[in-house]
């Protein structure tokens, strides 16, 4: 009754407007018992539909009328201008006015309008993932400019299309259009539309997962990516951000965090803040896998503060739990649920079900680490009970999976065996054969529990034949060793036959963890055989292992402290420059308070002179106290500004080698590059310390440390007092040598060269690559000139490492 009550007085609101709603409710309150009568009821429902269809459709008669009047007084190119900027802002607006343009222009046998028409509407229309419509409409407008002899707008356009083909996964047919507008863009000679030409032929290699195809393309268009024109900047961004990708799925981690450095060099250049705060966010992701947790931490605040000035909530959350992600990787929990939390809290404000499934897989993840086994489960939770079709599936598996590890080391065998069967499931489905071999091994595990070795056996073995496929050699141990506990005692010949296998390959891949796991099961193994001597072989190489682990664990504890203390000094310094700026601001207020108070103790001096016999000695001393005040004043002003001074020396250098950072190197070459003209001899030469993963690996991060801070030394005392020194990036240095020619640079680079060769950083000697360019082959930007040292550093690694390269023209092709 109320119910209805209510929707009458709001149709009649609708219907009168809402000066009258007031009379209406009182209207309707005063005859409520009327609306017993089942009659009354159906009249009720009749008028509020009645009463509503009339306002929606004077309401659309007049947005159709607004539209038809708006659109009757423009002219084709008219049309095409307003929809092409209402492009994002408007969609639907847009697509009448680009239809309304092809039509006039159509009927006024204007070909070019009738080629943009079509054109913007294949970008409409493939936004709106109509792709036969985007193809239809990219061919015809590829078609008139072919027609017309546009040439340059013929490629652009018949590029889109062929990236409807790949929207299809038709690859075979893109690949193959790819090579023709190739060819055809080669023939032109233009750079820019050559190099998106190639770009889609890269695009089609990576949808096909041909990573290393892909590359070859994406490297291909970089040469032709030239100029200041931000279209084209942009564009160079993309396609390092590609070559990033596919390096990323080729695990390749140090080109992958190279050619992000790369892309976001050059969305700084052009200050596109969104793409540089996505980027930097990647960027961390990328030097996390490197386990160079502090400059992944550094990379991601900065993402995050890019993202403060930005309106970009999708990339904000992503970087949120990315930096919880780094934060749980040096062991800080509670740092780590705060980012990831707030990521979680911003998917569920928008009902992102596939953001809120990721976040509580992490925030599960965490609890597990502090095992806090129910709270974990909580959250898994979370992800197993939203709709399996707005989440992504190895997501659901992944939660499937973990649940299902928790309930096997509670005991609960049954409801760990069926979340886990459909974890495998999913991932058989997905044709994600590395988590198949993975859930086939957790379900063994779970069939061991139980003491039945019969199906745990069968499971290892299928999830050894799955890592045999896949060519995963950590799968293979992790599924090999477990098998061969279980065959011990039932067929030892093959027990061993694993063992040694899984021995090899942990040797191989340097996993200390797995030897030690080997080794042990061997020792079980020939003991079964009776072989007493070999099982006592095996032991002492047990005890000599796991020293030798103990070691590792301590080093790796070693790193993961340095990396808490490097952001606990971050917080704090954070949390320095904020009492600073409030006693600052207080400050201001004293001052203020001071100057007002000097203020009315002038006037009453004023006052008192015409009276007081002592008015001369007050004033004195009035003025001694406003000396006094400024000498004051002066001193904190030179104090602030000497602590000025140092804290604009520290914001400048890399704190470990002491050289100038990245940011200052690009402040510096702008300053230069303000006028081409006058710069004279300018040259950039790009270092890279060869094999550095491998001194880290080895020796550990202390002595990478000092290698860093060796080199540097090198290189800063190699070149005159005013050249540039500078840490580009992890174990990447830059030059920059003003009025030098690029033979005089090759000779100061072969001497740093040979003394970096013939150099002890704590017993380790290491080799650099060094890439050489000069303003004198015509690049325009830093950027530019950077990438050209670059390429030529490339180019030294591939011709074996340790040599010094010079830019020319061929590297770029």
């Not at 100029?227 to 990708?245: F, P, S, W």
């Not at 947790?293 to 959350?317: F, R, T």
């Not at 030798?548 to 420059?577: C, F, G, N, T």
Request: some cysteine; charged content about 25%.
């Amino acid at each position: 009754m109320r119910f209805g009550l209510t929707l009458c007085g709001f149709s009649l609101t609708l219907f009168f407007g809402r000066g009258e709603s007031t009379y209406i409710t009182i209207l309707l309150a005063s005859f409520k018992h009327l609306f017993d009568s089942y009659v009354i009821r159906f009249f009720l429902l009749f008028t509020l539909v009645f009463f509503t269809s009339i306002v929606h459709s004077q309401e659309n008669s007049s947005q159709v009328s607004i539209a038809q009047s708006e659109l009757s007084v423009l002219t084709e190119k008219e049309l095409i201008t307003k929809a092409t900027s209402q492009l994002n802002s408007n969609r639907k607006q847009s697509i009448i006015l680009a239809k309304k343009a092809l039509q006039l222009s159509e009927k006024n046998n204007n070909e070019k309008i009738t080629a943009d028409a079509h054109s913007l509407l294949g970008e409409l229309e493939r936004k709106q993932k109509n792709t036969k419509q985007s193809m239809f409409h990219f061919l015809q407008a590829s078609k008139i400019y072919d027609k017309l002899g546009d040439k340059e707008q013929y490629i652009i356009t018949f590029v889109a299309y062929i990236n409807s083909f790949l929207d299809q996964k038709l690859y075979y047919q893109a690949n193959e259009k790819a090579d023709d507008i190739i060819s055809i863009a080669k023939d032109y000679g233009k750079p820019f539309p050559i190099a998106l030409a190639i770009i889609v032929k890269g695009k089609s290699y990576y949808r096909q997962k041909h990573y290393e195809n892909a590359i070859e393309q994406y490297i291909e268009a970089l040469a032709y990516l030239k100029g200041n024109d931000r279209v084209v900047q942009k564009e160079l961004g993309e396609t390092y951000t590609k070559l990033a990708e596919s390096y990323k799925r080729l695990k390749n981690r140090e080109l992958t965090a190279s050619s992000y450095k790369n892309a976001l060099d050059i969305y700084t250049t052009i200050q596109d803040r969104k793409l540089m705060a996505r980027t930097l966010n990647t960027l961390a992701e990328a030097e996390r896998y490197l386990g160079h947790y502090n400059i992944a931490l550094d990379y991601s605040m900065q993402g995050l503060e890019v993202h403060k000035q930005i309106n970009d909530p999708v990339g904000e959350g992503k970087a949120l739990m990315g930096a919880g992600i780094i934060y749980r990787y040096i062991g800080l929990y509670e740092k780590s649920l705060e980012y990831i939390y707030k990521a979680h809290l911003y998917y569920q404000e928008v009902n992102n079900s596939s953001g809120i499934a990721k976040t509580s897989n992490e925030i599960g993840l965490i609890y597990t680490r502090l095992k806090e086994f129910e709270q974990a489960r909580s959250f898994y939770h979370l992800t197993i009970d939203l709709p399996e079709k707005e989440v992504n599936a190895k997501t659901m598996a992944s939660a499937l999976r973990e649940l299902a590890v928790i309930d096997l080391n509670s005991g609960k065998y049954d409801s760990a065996k069926e979340k886990i069967k459909r974890a495998h499931i999913i991932y058989q489905r997905e044709n994600e054969k590395s988590n198949e071999s993975l859930t086939a091994r957790i379900l063994a595990n779970i069939y061991r529990a139980e003491k039945d070795d019969e199906a745990a056996i069968i499971y290892y073995r299928r999830s050894l034949d799955i890592a045999k496929e896949i060519k995963s050699e950590i799968y293979q141990i992790k599924a090999q060793i477990p098998l061969a506990g279980m065959l011990i005692g039932k067929d030892d010949e093959e027990a061993i036959k694993l063992l040694k296998a899984s021995l090899v390959l942990s040797t191989k891949v340097n996993s200390t963890s797995h030897m030690l796991y080997a080794y042990r099961e061997l020792k079980k193994a020939e003991k079964s055989r009776q072989n007493f001597e070999a099982s006592l072989s095996y032991a002492e190489k047990e005890i000599e292992l796991f020293r030798l682990i103990q070691k590792e664990r301590e080093d790796e504890e070693l790193v993961l402290v340095k990396a808490k203390l490097y952001s606990h000094k971050k917080e704090v310094e954070l949390a320095e420059l904020k009492e600073k700026t409030r006693l600052d601001q207080l400050e201001i207020v004293k001052k203020n308070n001071e100057i007002e108070l000097s203020k009315q103790d002038q006037k009453i001096a004023e006052l008192e002179l015409t009276k007081n016999k002592y008015a001369n000695l007050i004033l004195v001393t009035l003025l001694l106290i406003c000396l006094f005040t400024v000498w004051f004043i002066y001193r904190q002003f030179n104090h602030s500004r000497t602590l000025n001074r140092k804290l604009d020396y520290l914001a400048a250098r890399d704190p470990l080698t002491n050289c100038y950072n990245r940011r200052t190197l690009f402040d510096l070459m702008n300053q230069s590059f303000v006028d081409l003209e006058s710069l004279g001899e300018y040259c950039v030469i790009m270092v890279d310390i060869d094999r550095f993963k491998e001194v880290n690996d080895t020796h550990g991060h202390n002595v990478g440390d000092t290698v860093l801070r060796g080199i540097a030394n090198i290189l800063q005392t190699g070149v005159r007092q005013d050249d540039i020194t500078v840490r580009y990036g992890g174990e990447e240095f830059c030059l920059v040598l003003s009025g030098v020619a690029p033979e005089q640079a090759m000779r100061i680079v072969e001497t740093i060269r040979k003394k970096v060769e013939a150099s002890y950083f704590d017993g380790v000697t290491v080799t650099c690559s060094f890439g050489v360019t000069s303003i004198q082959f015509n690049a325009q930007t830093p950027s530019e000139l950077i990438h050209q040292a670059d390429l030529a550093l490339y180019k030294s690694k591939q011709n074996g490492r340790n040599k010094v390269t010079l830019w020319n023209e061929k590297l770029g092709r």
